[in-house]
Each structure stands twice: as structure tokens, then as C-alpha cells.
């Protein structure tokens, strides 16, 4: 399967030839084969306990206040959310990216933690 992909370090050519990308379209996105895998954020089970609430407080009032049907209705799901990587197709596709793309992206994500090392460090002196 392709899909398409598309990231800041990706600027239309390709770094190593200096050349056009014929996978590359004018918005920087490059066309990818993708593989699926089981989602990571639910584990493959298309939802998830809601971000929002603190889930052993809401087990903890629930027996407190002899809820039952609210723990049960807690371990059937009824307090769970669609995940919100997979939205709930229980698996993800995860691009694989030819090798001049993955440097060029190591290399951004290099420069964008040394900008942001400087950037903090000038903070720090009150700059």
C-alpha cells in the first residue's frame, strides 16, 4: 500500500542527488509504501479509558459509594473513547521511508534540538 508522507526535512529534492524527487509532489509530500501495524496507543482494541479522567479516582469513589454498576459498567467499557491514533480501526499504517529521506529527517530533528538547546540557554541568561 502508499501512502503519502510529509515532513519539514523534506524540500521537494532529494539531498543526496540534488535532483527532483519523481515521487515528490509540489507540497513536499512523498509517496511512500506504508506496512499496517497494531495500534500502540489501545494495543489493537480501537478504543481506550478517556484521557480526561483519572481512572483509579473513579474506581476508588465508585467503591466507595458502593457503585456497582458503575465498576461494572467500567470494565464493560462504557467509559472508554475511540482511540485517538487508529480512530478505531485498531491498526496503523507506519510509512517506510527511503533512506535519503530518513537522514534528511534525523538531520532536521538534529538542527531542531540544537535550536532549541540555544534558544533555552538564552532563556536561561535572561536573554
Known amino acids: 500500500m502508499k501512502i503519502n508522507y510529509q515532513h519539514p526535512a523534506l524540500e521537494y529534492h532529494n539531498p543526496i542527488t540534488g535532483e527532483y524527487d519523481e515521487d515528490m509532489n509540489e507540497n513536499g509530500v512523498i509517496n ?3 506496512k499496517y501495524e497494531v495500534c ?3 494495543g489493537g ?4 479509558f478517556r484521557s480526561d479522567l483519572d481512572e483509579n479516582t473513579l474506581i476508588d469513589g465508585m467503591r466507595e459509594d458502593g457503585d456497582e454498576d458503575g465498576i461494572e459498567s467500567y470494565y464493560n467499557g ?7 491514533e487508529c480512530h478505531g480501526q485498531r491498526v496503523v499504517a507506519h510509512p517506510i521511508l527511503p533512506e535519503w529521506a530518513s537522514e534528511s529527517i534525523y538531520q532536521w530533528r538534529q538542527s531542531e534540538r540544537e535550536t532549541n538547546a540555544i534558544r533555552n540557554a538564552e532563556r536561561r541568561v535572561g536573554a
Open 32 to 34: 511512500v509504501e506504508a
Open 40 to 42: 500502540s496507543t489501545c
Open 45 to 48: 482494541h480501537g478504543s481506550h
Open 78 to 84: 462504557r467509559f472508554d473513547q475511540v482511540c485517538s
